[in-house]
């Protein structure tokens, strides 16, 4: 449409929501859709933070907050960055946005000009790209394969960096992969980035605890690195709040004095309920969300092992996140009931209207061999899924 701006026109939907439509379109006609699409934990939400919400709307928090965030909700972030990441954040630091997607659209409006590049390690999360664009940055996306874990190694980083690069914007553990980067992978990239000193990192952590491998790493614990990181992280994954919207970064003074600045003409504060809420959630010990994350490892382990048994499939084994991100280029080429598939896009429409299971395209990811498959979903799903996709690919 030629009345809206170049902005709107230029920028992709969301192609996880896009799926998620698509599905639900399917099943309104009566189809029963399996969806392994979303990026949403199938938990609810833990009592004792329900509770702390009710309680909330009991005490009037109805009002505005301030734009970065109650106080007491920043120190109790405070704190668990130092709990859980040995990260030294004062409050002056932080700033709590809605959801963790309004905090990297902050940083790239505030960082970035016009022609600056990002590097993205592909695959990486749907939103960077279009974040990066709306700010008018430019994406430059390093490719990764499964053969590498899909993690960038240092040399492709130094090779990806111009006298334009600005930043670089990466999640671990990876949404779309599950890739964790240890700490020593974190020492390597941090230090090709040490040798270029006007690069800023944004370190994606919202899976954090969801992390089947060790401990998690937070590459601003690197020394030099602390000054040049953004760390973005929220609610919505490990305590299964995606709804309540609330996210948060720790950095720099000046870049979280400049993300206040510009969400206070934006958006104002996140929701009041959700940020008494999240005091809780950061309140209370990773053990009592340990049932959740226990869970998805259980699931991890069992739909690598049902994917594993249909010839084709190339997986990796994902430390954490709750995606499997497996390979099927083998698929290429090749004709299943009287449908080809050319791609990974082709792939996943075929799985959605042959099989009746909603996957994402890992085009969309910026890796056109892949699919992303959830396992967010029962596990008496992913056994129906695994065998409905098995079946659909033996015509
Ligand atoms: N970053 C990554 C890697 C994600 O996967 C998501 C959600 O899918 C987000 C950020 C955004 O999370 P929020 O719900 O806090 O906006």
Redesign the pocket.
Known sequence: NNHLSDRINNMSTSATLAMAAKARELRNAGKDIIGLSL?EPDFNIPDFIKDAAKKAIDENYSSYSPVDGYGDLKEAISRKFERDNNLKYKTDQIVVST????S?ANVAMVMLNKGDEVILPAPY?VSYRDIVKLAEGVPVEVKTGIETDFKMTPEQLEEAITPRTKMLWF?SPC?PSGSVYSESELQGLAAVLLRHPDIFVVS?E??EHINFRARHASIACIPGMYERTITVN?V?KAFAM?GW?I?YIGAPQWIAKACTKFQGQITSGANAIGQRATIEALNAPVSKIKYMIDEFHHRRDLLLQLLGEIEGFKLNIPEGAFYVFPDISNFFGKTFNGVKIDNASDFAMYLLENANVATVTGEAFGNPNCIRISYAASESELREAASRIKQALSE
Do not use: H
Request: glycine residues 24%; positive net charge.
């Open positions: 990026g959801g963790a997607k309004q990297l999360w999640s949404n994606d919202i899976y929220g919505s995606t919207r996210g």
